[in-house]
Structures are given as structure tokens and as C-alpha cells.
């Protein structure tokens, strides 16, 4: 029997059927605020599965991934207004099992199915094979994790690494970080590395240089003006973006020794495209003073599957997890 598995964001909830060899079909995104609950959303997508499939069997089993910490049955969404019980969701939907993980620690769990035709290498480096695997995602919020090795496998590792405080490595970095703490008082990694940080970037921008900015600016404005160039507050803001996400990813890869590979997944930097393999990125990685050379060892991908959680969630929902 298929089992139903899910990823749910700040802003979208995906979700999908996982068949008994991890296959995945049926993916239907929603926006999370077009429902009161994480269970609206679930019954949402299987009225609608229901309808649409003659031979529909309801789902037994369940995994689900959210973007906030999973500690207790209690799970409050960091970055929505969604708050749920996992054992009062499974029984509304009427699941025998129901598994609710970190959205990042499920993208982890699916690194090692990962195939060449998922990821696009950025820069130099070789992956050690049986070492660590680092991931890290900027969309609403900066997810982080990391598969690491095990004497029985490979572990995910449960993360709030996107709540770092964000390191400035020239003065204008600190400049501009200067402004964000008038703002926010601490600003962490995800105050910039993420869909709304490119707006705190250009607003912070904006105001050093004494410069309008568009009140309504989105982040998707932010890099559609900086790759057509017709901005240049934008401009800045997606290069220190991608300048700051390789200053945070090689922390996190020093931090772990993740010599298997850095992955950064989330919603923002597979949208890119190329303009992310010459960025400032891979540079700024490999800008580790004497530990330069350890990380221009360590190989960096993009993520350009469009949904890396399911494949972890889809080990997870049918037993075959590594
Ligand atoms: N083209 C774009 N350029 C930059 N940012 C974008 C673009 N399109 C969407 N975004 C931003 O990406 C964020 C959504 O990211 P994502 O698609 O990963 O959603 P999510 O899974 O709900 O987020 P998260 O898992 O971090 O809570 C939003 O802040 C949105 O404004």
C-alpha cells in the first residue's frame, strides 16, 4: 500500500504518495494559509486524490515533514502560524502510522539516493566516500542538517543551524549587518540566507547608500532585478546572499567535517540557475584562511531536484532507509 508523505514550509505544503520501491507520484502543492490546519491541508489532498484516481485506497501510513524543531508531540511551525499534536492529527486522518520529522533532516535522510541527475556540482572538490554529507536550504526560513556515518548507517542529524548568528567577512558585510541588528537586535544566518533576508539585504542596502527601495519588494523581485541587472541594490543584494551562504556553509562544513559534500537545497538557489555557479559563492567557501585548502577539497552542489524531502521521506514511509 502506497503511504502518503508531505513537506511542509513556511509557505507551501507539498504533498505526495510514496509506492512499497519509493516511488513518488501524485505531488500536489497547496499555500499553507489557504488552511486553518497542517490536517485541513492533508484531507485537502486526498478528497482530491479521491476524486480524481478510480482505484484511491486511502493512505495507513504516514511521514511528514515540517520546517521547525520536532522535539515532543507538541510541533509549532517556526516560520507559520500552524501548531498541531502529532497523535490527535494521526487520529483525525485516520493514519496507523504517522511520523513527523524536521524538513531538513528528511532532505538529509534522501542525500545518499541522490543521484548525479539530481544535484549540479558548483566549483572543484571530490567527495570522500562514508564521510559526512552537509545540507543547508534558504526558502522562507535556512533549513540545516547533515547524514553522517554511523557503524549501522548513515544518522540524520537534528539541526536549528539556520539560527546561527550571521558572520560579516569584509565591512560592508558588517556594515550592512550593523543596520539588521537596529532592526532585529540579533540577526541570525537566516535573516539574510532566506526568501525574506533578500529583502532585509536590499532594505539594509537601500538604507546605507541613502537610496529608495521599492516598499513592496519581494524576494522573488530581489533576484529577477538582479539578473537582469536592472537594479542594482538588488544586484548587491543576491551577491551578498551568495557570498554569505558560502561563508555559512563552509562553517558548517568545517563544523562537521563534511568531507562526503555540501548540498544546499530550498526554494531560492535552484531558481538561479547559472548565474549561482559563478556567484560569489564558491569563492567565499573556499575563503577559510588556513583552512583554505581543506575546503576547496569538499565538493558543493545545488540540489535541482524539485523535491528532496520526499526521497528521504519516501525511504522513511516505505522502511528503506539506509
Ligand atoms: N524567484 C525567487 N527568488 C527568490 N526568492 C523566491 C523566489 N520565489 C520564491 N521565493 C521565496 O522563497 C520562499 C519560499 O521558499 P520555499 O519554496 O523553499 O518554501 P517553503 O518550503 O515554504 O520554505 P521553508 O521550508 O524555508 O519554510 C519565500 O520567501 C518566497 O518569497
Known amino acids: ?21 519509493g516511488k513518488v507520484q501524485q505531488v500536489k502543492h497547496f499555500p499553507c494559509r489557504d488552511f486553518p490546519r497542517l490536517a485541513d491541508a492533508c484531507e485537502a489532498y486526498l478528497t482530491e486524490l479521491a476524486a480524481t484516481e478510480t482505484d484511491f485506497v486511502r493512505p495507513r501510513a504516514a511521514a511528514i515533514a515540517v520546517a521547525s524543531p520536532v522535539d515532543s508531540d507538541d510541533v509549532r511551525m517556526t516560520n507559520h502560524v500552524w501548531s498541531f499534536s502529532i497523535e490527535e492529527t494521526r487520529r483525525q486522518l485516520q493514519f496507523d502510522t504517522l511520523q513527523v520529522i524536521n524538513d531538513f ?12 541527475d539530481d544535484v549540479l556540482q558548483v566549483g572543484s572538490g571530490i567527495p570522500v566516500a562514508r564521510q559526512p554529507m552537509a545540507v543547508l536550504g534558504a526558502g522562507t526560513g535556512l533549513g540545516v542538517s547533515a547524514m553522517l556515518p554511523t557503524g549501522l548507517g548513515w544518522a ?13 567577512v569584509n565591512e560592508r558585510e558588517a556594515a550592512v549587518l550593523a543596520v ?16 525574506p533576508g533578500l529583502v532585509n539585504l536590499s532594505r539594509a542596502i537601500a538604507e546605507l547608500d541613502g537610496v529608495g527601495i521599492d516598499p513592496d519588494l519581494t524576494p522573488a523581485d530581489c533576484t529577477s532585478r538582479a ?22 556553509a563552509a562553517n558548517l562544513a568545517v563544523t562537521l567535517c563534511s568531507r ?3 548540498y544546499i537545497a530550498g526554494g531560492i538557489v535552484p531558481r538561479l540557475g547559472d548565474w549561482f555557479l559563478t556567484s560569489p559563492f564558491r569563492q567565499r567557501f573556499e575563503d577559510k584562511g588556513r583552512f583554505g585548502g581543506y575546503l576547496a577539497a569538499i565538493p558543493t552542489y545545488v540540489v535541482t531536484n524539485s523535491h528532496p524531502a520526499f526521497v528521504g521521506l519516501a525511504s522513511l514511509v516505505t522502511g528503506r532507509g539506509r
Open 227 to 248: 539578473l537582469d541587472q536592472s537594479c542594482h541594490v538588488s544586484t548587491e543584494a543576491l551577491n551578498m546572499f551568495a557570498a554569505i551562504l558560502g561563508t555559512v
Open 180 to 195: 539588521l541588528r537596529g532592526h532585529f537586535g540579533h540577526v541570525s544566518a537566516e535573516r539574510i540566507i532566506s526568501g
Open 260 to 262: 562526503g559534500g555540501v
Open 156 to 168: 540524520p542529524l537534528s539541526s536549528e543551524g539556520g539560527h546561527v548568528t550571521a558572520p560579516a
Open 1 to 21: 500500500m502506497k503511504g502518503l508523505i508531505a513537506d511542509i514550509g513556511g509557505t507551501n505544503a507539498r504533498f505526495a504518495l510514496a509506492d512499497t520501491n
Open 105 to 116: 533532516v528528511a532532505v538529509a535522510l534522501g542525500l545518499p539516493h541522490l543521484t548525479d
